[in-house]
Each structure stands twice: as structure tokens, then as C-alpha cells.
């Protein structure tokens, strides 16, 4: 971590607390696709056995019933991502709760938009404060998963199901010979 310096830690602070907001939004986006997919697949692989030996009109029954099932399971998606997303002003105030920072980066970020306290003592020691608290939130620290594990396992799982009930007769034929 660089040294925080009066005249540098406003932007040190600003260039952090949008990697932080980055990571944790991109989370929030690779957690709502993989949950999407698993969906996606899912509903495909109880399709299948419709497609393959259900009447016609079974099939259409079964296919557009999936249909409004999926898009409910859209709509509960995207809401779920839009409580969990993290807008740019709220950034900061999440920062500060997930990083126990009591305040100090709102008070800074604020000072800075001020000139004239920038000078004070309560600067420097502010700056020196955070610049001590800089490495206890890192992106790495406050967001820690890189790729929301649950998520991903679950739509690995389903789209390997689907691939397996896709090649059911192949894997038959394997295992008779």
C-alpha cells in the first residue's frame, strides 16, 4: 500500500473505494448469471423428458408453463440483484460499515470537496488515521470471493445434468459394452 500523504490520500481513498464498489458489483452480476443459468438449465432438463416422450400437447402445456415459471425466476433474480447492488453513493457508507471505519472516508471524502479544510490539523490526522486503515479495506478483504461459489456450483451442476440427460443414450450404450 502507498503512503498516504495530505496532499495524495484523497485520491488513494477515491481510486480504492472504486475498486471496492467494482468488485463488489461485478460479485452481484456473476452471482445473478450463474443463478440464471441454473435456472435456464434446470428448466430445460425437465423439458426434456417432455420433449422426448409426452404428446404434442402435453409438451406445449408443460413448455409455456415453464416459460412463465422461468420468467418469474427472472424477475425474483433481478430484484434480488437490485437490492444487492451497490450504487456509487452508497459506496462509501457500505465501506465504512463493512470496514469499521466509524465515519472517517465520508469526513474525508467531504473535507476534500472543501479546500479550505484541508489545511487544518484535523486533517493530517485524519489522513494518518486512514492511512493506517487502508490495508483493512482492500477489495480483496471486503469482498472476498472473486466468483460467488454457491452460485457457480449450482450452475455447473444443472448445466452438467443437462448434458448428461442429453447423452443418456450415449452413456446406455457405454455402459452395456
Aim: without cysteine.
Amino acid at each position: 500500500m502507498p503512503e498516504l500523504t495530505p496532499t495524495g490520500a484523497v485520491d488513494i481513498v477515491q481510486r480504492q473505494v472504486r475498486r471496492v464498489w467494482r468488485r463488489k458489483n461485478l460479485y452481484e452480476l456473476q452471482r445473478t448469471l450463474y443463478l440464471t443459468i441454473a435456472a435456464g438449465t434446470a428448466a430445460a432438463t425437465l423439458l426434456l423428458p417432455f420433449a422426448l416422450f409426452a404428446p404434442a400437447d402435453m409438451f406445449a402445456i408443460a413448455a409455456w408453463g415453464g416459460l412463465v415459471v422461468l420468467g418469474g425466476i427472472a424477475l425474483l433474480l433481478v430484484g434480488a440483484a437490485r437490492r444487492r447492488w451497490l450504487a456509487r453513493s452508497a459506496a462509501v457508507p457500505w465501506i465504512e460499515a463493512e470496514g469499521a471505519l466509524a465515519g472517517r472516508l465520508r469526513t474525508l471524502l467531504e473535507l476534500a470537496a472543501r479546500p479550505a479544510a484541508a489545511t487544518g490539523f484535523f486533517h493530517a490526522l485524519l489522513v494518518a488515521e486512514i492511512g493506517r486503515d487502508l490495508a483493512t479495506w482492500t477489495p480483496r478483504r471486503l469482498v472476498p470471493q472473486r466468483v460467488p461459489r454457491a452460485a457457480f456450483a449450482t450452475a455447473l451442476v444443472t448445466t452438467s445434468v443437462l448434458i448428461a440427460a442429453l447423452h443418456v443414450e450415449a452413456i446406455r450404450n457405454a455402459l452395456k459394452a
